[in-house]
C-alpha cells in the first residue's frame, strides 16, 4: 500500500504554486505562500525526496507545435495474460502519437488518449499500427472536437 504524505498548509500552498508554475525559484515561492526562500527550499526538498513531487516539466501547446487532432481510443484485447498485457504495453511505449494509456475496468480493456497531425495521421496510426497488432480485437475511437477542461495538475487535498 502507497503512504500518503501529511502535509500542512503551508506544504499544500507550496504544492499549489508549483503545480502553477513548476519553474517557480524559491524566493517567489516564499512571496506567495509566506516562508522565507530557506524554508521553501527545505520543504520543496523534502516534497521532493518524499516522491510527492516527482518532478518538473513544461507544457506544451499541441496547436504550435502542428498536434491538429486529439482522439481518445477505447481498445479492447482478443485475449489476456501477463505476456499478452506486457506485449500490448510494449506496443503502448513504442508509439510516441499515444500521449496516455490507461487499463481500465468497464466496456474496454485499454483507453488511449492519441495526439497527431490531422485525420489522415489518425487513419495511418490506426489502419497501420493499432488494427493490425495482433492482441487488439476492437477499436473505437472518439475525436475531440473541444477541451472543456485539461488540468494535469492534482489537488493538493483530496476534495
Do not use: W
Amino acid at each position: 500500500m502507497t503512504h500518503v504524505a501529511s502535509l500542512d498548509s503551508f506544504d499544500l500552498a507550496i504544492l499549489a504554486a508549483l503545480q502553477r508554475d513548476g519553474a517557480m525559484t524559491n524566493a517567489a515561492l516564499a512571496e506567495v505562500v509566506n516562508l522565507s526562500a530557506s524554508q521553501c527550499s527545505r520543504r520543496r526538498a523534502a516534497l521532493e525526496q518524499s516522491g510527492v513531487i516527482e518532478g518538473y516539466a513544461a507544457r506544451l501547446s499541441a496547436a504550435r507545435l502542428g498536434y491538429g487532432l486529439r482522439a481518445i481510443i477505447r481498445v479492447n484485447l482478443a485475449s489476456h495474460g501477463q505476456r499478452k498485457d506486457d506485449d500490448f504495453s510494449r506496443f503502448v511505449e513504442s508509439h510516441a502519437q499515444i500521449r496516455s494509456a490507461f487499463s481500465v475496468s468497464g466496456d474496454a480493456d485499454y483507453i488511449l488518449d492519441v495526439h497527431v497531425r490531422d485525420l489522415d495521421a489518425f487513419a495511418d496510426f490506426v489502419h497501420r499500427h493499432l488494427l493490425p497488432h495482433p492482441q487488439v480485437s476492437q477499436v473505437r475511437s472518439e475525436i475531440v472536437l473541444k477541451t472543456l477542461k485539461d488540468d494535469r495538475g492534482l489537488p493538493p487535498v483530496i476534495p
